[in-house]
């Protein structure tokens, strides 16, 4: 297939998905589209990070990183809880939430009815046991359901001049069957990898992505990624990353040509373990790793 004609067939694809409860698997692993935009690619994609914090979160001391969210562009979020509800900024109104998996530091469905969540996205191996926890939080809240859309790893969801594509993780949950993922995010030239939590890249995520070497690809502009622990040895290896992940992971983008930022842009540090992080997590990251945090807001740039 042309790639001209597979850009069009996976536009028609995921406008269809915000319309309809189920998708169609994709068929191949071409690289996910850029979906340009005249109006407003020279603004950049704006990230805020509500959250950067791994399972513990805030907690009842109210100490700590937030649990893991991002809003993106103000308009929608990435994994959302009651810890980052007063990291919304004032008047805002959210209708789409994406989430990566069920955990319940990622997955909280009373927070996202309190803020009027109207469309969840989530893949389709979990849709099922989403259902039930929504329908359970919606009669409790006395509120409407919100549709609950299957997602398929591959295959785009367009919002507005944005697309998301659902990536598998490496980040297995008590459920045996679910699939977790990561998101790249695009709107004009601007091709975010938002990765948390997942133990490194899988493979076949490195593909849709354009970051695997093996294939001709132009690569990602942005990458936020989750580092739970600073020890590269830590038997959370299996789910997780650590710094030492991150900073091996931003060698090889850079050497392959596969990360294309803008000068000055960093790679930043989400999802991070206070218990097993230095205090200072910044000192000895490699140059253009930083670590988020709550409330920091980004606007990244096509280079």
């Known amino acids: 297939m042309k790639r001209r004609d597979f850009l069009k067939s996976a536009a028609t694809i995921a406008v269809a998905a915000a319309a309809t409860p189920a998708l169609a698997a994709p ?3 071409a690289p996910a589209p850029v979906i340009p935009s005249a109006s407003e690619e020279s603004a950049g994609l704006r990230v805020k990070f509500l959250g950067t914090g791994a399972a513990s979160g805030k907690g009842r001391t109210g100490k700590g990183r937030r649990h893991s969210s991002i809003l993106v562009d103000g308009r929608f979020l990435i994994d959302f ?9 004032p008047g805002t109104r959210i209708d789409t939430i994406f989430y990566t998996h069920s955990h319940s530091d990622h997955f909280q469905p009373s927070a996202a009815l309190r803020i009027g969540v109207r469309r969840v996205y989530l893949n389709h191996s979990w849709y099922d046991v989403a259902v039930k926890a929504y329908r359970q939080a919606a009669k409790e809240a006395g509120v409407e359901m919100p549709a609950i859309i299957p997602t398929y790893v591959g295959t785009p969801v367009i919002t507005g001049d944005i697309a998301v594509t659902p990536l ?9 069957m679910e699939e977790s993922q990561i998101y790249l995010i695009e709107k004009g030239g601007v091709r975010l990898l ?3 939590d997942t133990s490194g890249i899988p493979g076949r995520s490195a593909r849709l992505a354009g970051i695997d070497a093996h294939r001709e690809a132009y690569g990602i ?3 936020i990624m989750e580092a739970t622990m600073a020890d590269p040895d830590d038997f959370r290896l299996y789910c997780h990353s650590s710094t030492a992940t991150v900073a091996n992971t931003v060698r090889v983008l850079l050497k392959t040509g596969r990360l294309h930022m803008p000068a000055g842009q960093k790679v930043y540090l989400t999802h991070m373990a206070s ?3 230095p205090r200072d997590i910044n000192a000895g990251l490699p140059d253009p790793i930083r670590a988020a945090e709550d409330g920091l807001e980004v606007t990244f740039k096509e280079p």
Do not use: I, Q, V
């Open 275 to 277: 218990s097993l992080h």
């Open 27 to 29: 068929s191949s692993l």
């Open 81 to 89: 809880t009651d810890d980052s509800l007063d990291m919304l900024p």
């Open 194 to 196: 938002y990765a948390t």
């Open 221 to 223: 502009t942005a990458l």
């Open 168 to 176: 598998l993780a490496n980040h297995p949950t008590e459920n045996a």
